[in-house]
C-alpha cells in the first residue's frame, strides 16, 4: 500500500472596516468622537472542509471615554466530519424559525445522506444587541430548539416540515409546525414561481404566521413582477384580558400596534427601460386590529425608483426614490437621491440627500433633511481611505455637521498547507 499526500491550503479572508466620526452630543451638547472597528473574518481549509467565520464591532469613544462591543457571529462549520453529516457550532445566524433570523449560541446538525430529504436539527440561545423600547423590562433570558425535513431532489419543486419552539424566562411561549413550499413553472408563460409557508402553533392551536406569493418574469415588455398576502397573529396565553407582564407575550413589539392580527397585501413591478436604466414600484396595504383608544388600523406604504448607469458599466450610478406612509396616525412623503463615482482610476467619490416631510395627526409636522458627501481613494488594492462630512436638520437638531472617515481592507492570504494522507 502506498500513501500519497493531499494538501489543502488553509486561507484567511476577510473584512476590517474602521469608521469614525466628530459630533456634537444630543443631550449633552459636548463633542463626541466614536470610532467603530468592525470585523468580518473567515478561516477555511482547517480540515474536513471546515471553516471559522466571525463579526464583531469595536467601538470606542474618544470624546467622552466610553467604549463598547458586540460579538456578533463567531462559529466553527463541518460540512464533512461525518460522511452526509454537517455540524456548527457557536454563535451564528439561525434562520429556521419562522418570521426572521436569530442570533444565537447555538448548534445546528444537518443531515443529508443522499436520500430525496435532507434533515435539520437546532437548538440556542438568542443574543440581541440594538437596545429597544423594553430593553430593561423584557427578559433576554430565550431559548429556541427545533428542527425540519425538506426536500432536495424534487427539481423545481421545494417542500419542507419543520417544528420551532422558543422559551422566554423559563416559560414556553411558542411551539410552531412550520411547512413550506415553492414551485417554479419553467414552461408556463411568464416562468410563474409560487411560494408559500404557514406556522402553526400547536400549543395554543393559532395560525401564528401565512405567507403566500407569486414571482412572475415577463420577456415583452421585460418585467419583474411579485405579488404577496402575509397574515400574522401570535397568539399569547390567557390573553384576555391583556398580559402585564411582557415577559408572557410571543412579540411585546407588536403589542405596539395590533391587538391581534396584521393582514398585509404588497405587489411589486420592475422594469429595464434600456441597458443604462431601470425602475421600480412597490405598494404595500396593512390592516391591524388595532388597539384600544388608537384608530391605528389601516396603513399605505408605497415607493418608486429610478436606477441610471451613465456608463453601462457600473461604474457610476445614479439612484433615485420617492416614498410615502400613509396611515391613519398621519403621513410621511420622502425622496432619496445618491451619486457614486468610480470612473477615476482609485478614486471614489458619493454623495446623497434625503427630505422627509411628515404630519402627525396630533399635529406634530416637520421636514427633516440629511445629507453627505464623500472622497475616496484606493491607496493599495484592497485598502481603501474616505473622509466624509454630513449635514443634518431636524426637530431635534436646527443644524447638525458631522465629519468623518472611513478605512476598509478587504483581504484574502494563503497560509499553511495541511497534508492529508490517504491510502492508495
Not at 60 to 74: E, H, M, T
Not at 162 to 189: C, H, I, K, M, P
Amino acid at each position: 500500500m502506498l500513501l500519497a499526500a493531499a494538501a489543502r491550503a488553509q486561507e484567511a479572508a476577510g473584512t476590517l472596516s474602521l469608521r469614525g466620526q466628530v459630533r456634537q452630543g444630543d443631550h449633552t451638547g459636548e463633542t463626541e468622537a466614536p470610532h467603530d472597528l468592525y470585523g468580518d473574518l473567515a478561516l477555511t481549509g482547517i480540515g474536513h472542509g471546515s471553516r471559522f467565520d466571525t463579526f464583531f464591532r469595536l467601538e470606542r469613544d474618544f470624546g467622552s471615554d466610553d467604549g463598547a462591543s458586540d460579538f456578533y457571529a463567531g462559529s466553527l462549520q463541518v460540512p464533512g466530519a461525518i460522511p452526509g453529516v454537517g455540524l456548527a457550532l457557536g454563535r451564528q445566524f439561525v434562520s429556521e424559525g419562522p418570521g426572521g433570523v436569530f442570533v444565537a449560541d447555538a448548534g445546528k446538525v444537518r443531515i443529508d445522506p443522499g436520500w430525496p430529504v435532507s434533515f435539520t436539527v437546532f437548538g440556542g440561545a438568542p443574543r440581541y444587541f440594538e437596545p429597544t423600547f423594553t430593553t430593561n423590562l423584557l427578559s433576554q433570558d430565550e431559548t429556541i430548539w427545533g428542527g425540519s425535513m425538506r426536500t432536495t431532489r424534487l427539481g423545481g419543486t421545494q417542500l419542507s416540515l419543520g417544528y420551532f419552539g422558543l422559551e422566554r424566562a423559563d416559560r414556553v411561549l411558542r411551539q410552531l409546525v412550520n411547512v413550506t413550499a415553492s414551485r417554479t413553472f419553467a414552461t408556463l408563460l411568464g416562468v410563474p414561481s409560487f411560494y408559500g409557508s404557514l406556522s402553526y402553533d400547536a400549543d395554543h392551536q393559532n395560525l401564528d404566521l401565512g405567507t403566500a406569493g407569486v414571482d412572475l418574469l415577463w420577456t415583452n415588455p421585460r418585467l419583474n413582477f411579485n405579488l404577496e398576502g402575509t397574515y400574522y397573529k401570535p397568539q399569547d396565553d390567557a390573553r384576555r384580558p391583556a398580559l402585564a407582564d411582557l415577559n408572557r407575550r410571543e412579540d411585546p413589539t407588536f403589542d405596539l400596534f395590533a391587538a391581534g392580527a396584521m393582514r398585509q397585501a404588497r405587489a411589486g413591478v420592475s422594469h429595464p427601460f434600456g441597458p443604462t436604466l431601470s425602475g421600480f414600484v412597490d405598494y404595500s396595504f396593512q390592516h391591524y386590529d388595532h388597539i384600544k383608544d388608537s384608530q391605528v388600523e389601516n396603513s399605505h406604504l408605497a415607493s418608486a425608483g429610478l436606477m441610471w448607469l451613465p456608463g453601462g458599466d457600473g461604474l457610476e450610478v445614479v439612484r433615485l426614490q420617492y416614498y410615502v406612509i400613509d396611515s391613519d396616525a398621519g403621513r410621511v412623503d420622502g425622496g432619496k437621491a445618491l451619486y457614486e463615482n468610480r470612473v477615476y482610476e482609485r478614486v471614489i467619490f458619493r454623495t446623497q440627500i434625503e427630505v422627509t416631510s411628515y404630519d402627525k395627526e396630533r399635529n406634530q409636522s416637520d421636514t427633516p433633511i440629511s445629507g453627505l458627501a464623500g472622497v475616496g481613494f484606493v491607496v493599495l488594492p484592497g485598502l481603501t481611505w474616505e473622509v466624509n462630512f454630513e449635514g443634518n436638520r431636524n426637530d431635534r437638531f436646527d443644524e447638525d455637521f458631522r465629519f468623518g472617515f472611513l478605512i476598509e481592507y478587504n483581504f484574502r492570504r494563503r497560509l499553511a498547507r495541511e497534508n492529508e494522507g490517504k491510502t492508495l
